[in-house]
């Protein structure tokens, strides 16, 4: 539902602001006033075109901004900005945003009939979902089958497609697969533990070079081993030093150890190259695998896994599409049948409701229109709204026949007998060349299309606006040398003087004024 409408620098607007409520609302004024201007800003909120002509003379952009609140509770702050030159600006929420983003998001939420808006009820998605709403059909089976055959002809597809298409793809999967095995990996860790081997082997000699400088360093007749022996017979025996010469016996067992771990640890290493270019060329092969099939073995080893699983789902490719091509025909029947269902319903339905629109129309001035519902197409997803608008004249789509406001009433006729999906509604000039009983009888329409949408219309008959909820007065003021409209929410009181401006050209007449109150009443009553 639009909530807060404000527009500043829109044609005739210099700048206007309202809140609107739930309900019928009508939007009344002299002719020029700016009411369509009204309609022109909320296309504008629901992502529709923006013309720089729309700016005020003198201005430099045009900004309109709502405020909509969802069938959730879910609040949305719209302004669009159109300059007088340049390209338009749109924001959602207080960020950027585009025309297409405001259509999917605001256009849902309201719908615009008139002689120059958006015809949502024209769109053939709309009136497929008219005439399943008021027949209540059920869409599931048919969707259901659709999918279900779409993914089973990706099944087919993904068992490899024709025979020259498998078996060049069963030659590359065998040999990624004997490459792989060809190797014999031993397991995902075998290349780092290579690469330690690889590390000790080819720094062999080095190795033994350095645990000999370290033996020949430590041993007890070299300089470490000798300089401790005379440490320790220095002390040895003298009382204050007992702790310290057990401490130096103990520095020459640690050392004796180390020497010995130096000496078995340098004998175990081998300073053998052909074994280390064995190694090497090991890790070579694995490097090569990991370059085409993995970042890590284990990669390798699932890649080679997963080409093994494709290839028998390719060698058994006649077993498996037999299966998936008897799925996908069952599934074609059940698409069919599902269809066909839907046809018949669909067509069963399109006279009922063709009947009840045309009554509909009967009472909003359409006396002589004869409408009808064509439903062709798979499943009936053909769809057309036809009219003749006068006797012998042929039935033809609604959009080729209709004017604006006999559009904007056949919109309303649907609205009243099937409901719409959106909370609020647009009617401009719905009443258009139009007066008397039958102006009261496309109010009362509105009114109660009002008891389940937000409804708002552009009217200039006082029989459509008095039977209207509530009542925004549009007036055009002279400023100076300038022109500019004011929208004014109106109390009872300004109802009835606005009212009587309608009914008479005199909003101060007495007898206007009366006759105003007295049609307010009726409607209240």
Known sequence: MLTELVVRNLGVIEEASVLLESGATALTGETGAGKTLVTEAINLLKGGRAEPSLVRPGADEAVVEGRFVDSEGTEFVVRRVVPANGRSRAYLNGGLSTA???????????????????????????????????????????????????????????????????????????????????????????????????????????????????????????????????????????????????????????????????????????????TLHDLQARREVLTGLRRKYGVDLASVIEFGAQAQVRLDEIRNHAGLATEVAERIERLQIEKARAAAELLAARQQTAPKLGKKVQVELRRLALPKAQFEIHVDGDAGRDIEFAVSMNPGSPVLPVAKVASGGELSRIMLALQLVVGGDTESVIYDEVDAGVGGEAALAIGQALSDVGANHQVLVVTHLPQVAACADHQINIVKTIKGKSTATELHDLDVEGRIVELARMLSGSPDSDNARAHAAELLQSQAS
């Open 100 to 274: 297409a983003v405001l259509e999917n998001t605001i256009g849902p939420l309201i719908e615009v009939h008139g002689q120059h808006g958006q015809q949502t009820m024209l769109r053939a998605s709309a009136r497929r979902s008219a005439l399943d709403r008021y027949g209540k059909h059920d869409l599931v089976p048919l969707a259901l089958a659709t999918e279900s055959l779409r993914q089973a002809f990706l099944d087919l597809d993904g068992l490899g497609g024709d025979e020259i298409s498998r078996n060049r793809e069963m030659e590359l999967l065998q040999y990624q697969i004997d490459e792989i095995d060809g190797v014999l990996i031993v397991d995902a860790g075998e290349d780092d533990r290579l690469a330690k081997r690889e590390v000790s082997l080819g720094d062999a000699g080095a190795h033994g070079e350095a645990a000999g400088v370290a033996i020949e360093r430590l041993s007890i007749d070299g300089p470490v081993g000798s300089a401790l022996a005379e440490a320790l017979g220095a002390v040895l025996d003298r009382e204050p030093f007992v702790a310290v010469a057990d401490r130096l016996y103990g520095l020459q067992a640690e050392i004796a150890d180390i020497v010995e771990d130096l000496r078995s640890t340098s004998t175990a290493i081998d300073d053998d190259p052909a």
